[in-house]
């Protein structure tokens, strides 16, 4: 019987990791497409815009393909990478992505803290939830509006923010002046297939994914919303105080991936 329970949690695993990386893959594929479609549109357009669209297809395509990587090594059963990550390096290193995904009318803002603490996580799935957070808030800003990114460092007490231990955090938050949920809505944005968005535009699996990554990774993820006024989607990440890649993990964040 533990082995059929085993069995059954296996598949349900594969089942959210699948839906999540198909999720992904489709968003890195509209960044290819997008970069290729406005480079042939421009194509006798001054150069430099035509190698920016190009660069992009490009950055989406090199995403695509760490992904598959990453499945590959799940396959073979290896575990993913958590290293050393400096936060504002991560986001300036997006900035160029979030630019062109946001487009022209999208005004993105960055409060970064000097003195922000490292953290010990898979660099590629915060990339991946900074930009579902950033695609989730141009849908919600109907294409115009202001994307603000934060980091921050803060001590939180048990339970302070969901299920959060008691601790040292780094706190990654996205907000938009968009549209806002409902309370009903907010409570169940985390879950997985939950969505409010037409299909073939919305898979519901872009909150329950970041959940599952904050988790994994000791930490938390917070959403206030106002209902025409915004939301800010805030993701708790233990501080690491490791000078080297790959040696000792925050304590919180070493328990939670033994769990
Ligand atoms: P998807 O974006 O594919 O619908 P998500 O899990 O990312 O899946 O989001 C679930 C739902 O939560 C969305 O369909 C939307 O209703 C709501 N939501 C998420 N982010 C925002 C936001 N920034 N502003 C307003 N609503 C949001």
Same mark, same amino acid.
């Not at 460092?153 to 923010?161: C, G, R, T």
């Not at 299920?163 to 780094?170: F, M």
């Given at each position: ?19 999540g ?5 489709n968003?890195? $594929?509209?960044v290819v +497409?997008g970069?290729? !479609?406005?480079a042939?549109?421009?194509? =006798?357009?001054?150069? &430099?815009?035509l190698l920016?669209h190009?660069s ?5 395509a090199t995403?695509?393909?760490a992904l ?8 073979r059963?290896?575990p993913?990478?958590?290293e050393?990550v400096?936060s504002?390096?991560l986001?300036?290193?997006m900035r160029?992505?979030l630019?062109?995904t ?16 490292p ?10 939830a900074? $930009?579902n957070?950033a +695609?989730?808030?141009r !849908?919600?800003?109907d294409?115009?509006? =202001?994307?603000?990114? &934060?980091?921050a ?9 969901g ?8 706190v990654i938050?996205v907000?938009?002046?968009?549209c ?13 297939f939950f969505?409010?968005?037409e299909v073939g535009?919305g898979?519901g ?10 988790h994994q990774?000791?930490?938390e993820v917070g959403?206030e919303?106002?209902l ?13 105080e490791v000078?080297?890649?790959n040696v ?10 033994e769990e």
């Open positions: 019987a533990e082995a059929q329970l085993r069995q059954v949690q296996k598949m349900e695993a594969v089942g959210q990791l699948t839906g990386i198909a999720h992904d893959f968003n890195m $594929l509209a +497409v970069g290729l !479609d406005l042939r549109r421009r194509i =006798d357009g001054p150069r &430099r815009e920016g190009l992009n297809a490009m950055d989406g995403r695509a393909a598959t990587r990453r499945l590959l090594s799940f396959a059963s290896e993913l990478l958590p050393r400096e504002a390096n986001v300036e290193s160029d992505l630019d062109r946001l487009g022209e009318r999208i005004r993105i803002r960055t409060n970064l803290a000097d003195d922000a603490w953290v010990f996580v898979d660099a590629l799935q915060l990339e991946n900074i $930009l957070l +695609v989730n808030a !849908d919600a800003m294409g115009k509006g =202001d994307l603000t990114i &934060r980091t460092n803060m001590k939180l007490a048990a339970n302070e923010v299920d959060i231990r008691a601790g040292e955090y780094l938050s907000s938009d002046t968009g806002g949920m409902p309370k009903e809505i907010c409570e169940r944005a985390f879950e997985p969505t409010t968005k535009k898979t699996l872009g909150l329950s994914q970041i959940f599952g990554f904050a990774s000791g930490g959403i919303s106002e025409g006024k915004g939301t800010t989607v805030s993701i708790y990440l233990p501080r690491t000078e080297h890649d000792h993990v925050h304590p919180s964040a070493q328990m939670a991936s």
